[in-house]
T-cell receptor
Framework: DVKVTQSSRYLVKRTGEKVFLECVQD?????MFWYRQDPGLGLRLIYF???????EKGDIPEGYSVSREKKERFSLILESASTNQTSMYLC??????????????FGDGTRLSIL | SQQGEEDPQALSIQEGENATMNCSYK?????LQWYRQNSGRGLVHLIL?????REKHSGRLRVTLDTSKKSSSLLITASRAADTASYFC?????????????FGQGTTLQVKP
């Protein structure tokens, strides 16, 4: 089974801090994704990566950056955390096979609180 | 941007009853997927239906797809308390080969024992 591991289940940080959320997958997937999930808004894509060192902005990239130095690891960075970035963050990975999309496999999420 | 919209937003039924959730989307698609999320956990893939398919089954799950109406439904038969979760549809939005999905806001299902 594919395993996507997020480094922390719960995280509390202060306004202005630089925050790193780490995600590791063990199935050699090319694609990796970062979402945030808020009540009433569903999942919104922040950034995704389809190869090492490649990244593309999702729907809400402002205030975030990402890093993919190795295929198995995709990091989300909050450059200067703000209270409106308090949310549940979900990482996912998938393997592309032409136009037959493979399912995305999700980690258990990091519930981040910015005080 | 959110493409899928699930209906209803919340559903409460008794164990043993069937649960039906609907999803509407706006653009053309190559496939549509359904996911489940237990409280406080990540999403788990349930089933994928391709745009040239009309119906698909997996155990107690039945998914239909009507591309002319841009809608899909997920039916869970003989529901169990363990089916209590949020259910999301997701589409590829007809986009290129990135694997990117667009998720709806979800239906929260409560199955009472």
């Amino acid at each position: 089974d594919v395993k996507v591991t997020q480094s922390s289940r719960y995280l509390v940080k202060r306004t202005g801090e630089k925050v790193f959320l780490e995600c590791v997958q063990d199935m050699d997937h090319e694609n990796m994704f970062w979402y945030r999930q808020d009540p009433g808004l569903g999942l919104r894509l922040i950034y995704f990566s389809y190869d090492v060192k490649m990244k593309e902005k999702g729907d809400i990239p402002e205030g975030y950056s990402v890093s993919r130095e190795k295929k198995e690891r995709f990091s989300l960075i909050l450059e200067s955390a703000s209270t409106n970035q308090t949310s549940m963050y979900l990482c996912a990975s998938s393997s592309p096979t032409g136009y037959v999309w493979q399912p995305q496999h999700f980690g258990d999420g990091t519930r981040l609180s910015i005080l | 941007s959110q493409q899928g919209e699930e209906d209803p937003q919340a559903l409460s039924i008794q164990e043993g009853e069937n649960a039906t959730m609907n999803c509407s989307y706006k653009t053309s698609i190559n496939n549509l997927q359904w996911y489940r999320q237990n409280s406080g956990r990540g999403l788990v893939h349930l089933i994928l239906i391709r745009s040239n398919e009309r119906e698909k089954h997996s155990g107690r799950l039945r998914v239909t797809l009507d591309t002319s109406k841009k809608s899909s439904s997920l039916l869970i038969t003989a529901s169990r308390a363990a089916d209590t979760a949020s259910y999301f549809c997701a589409t590829d939005g007809g986009s290129g080969n990135t694997g990117k999905l667009i998720f709806g806001q979800g239906t929260t299902l409560q199955v009472k024992p």
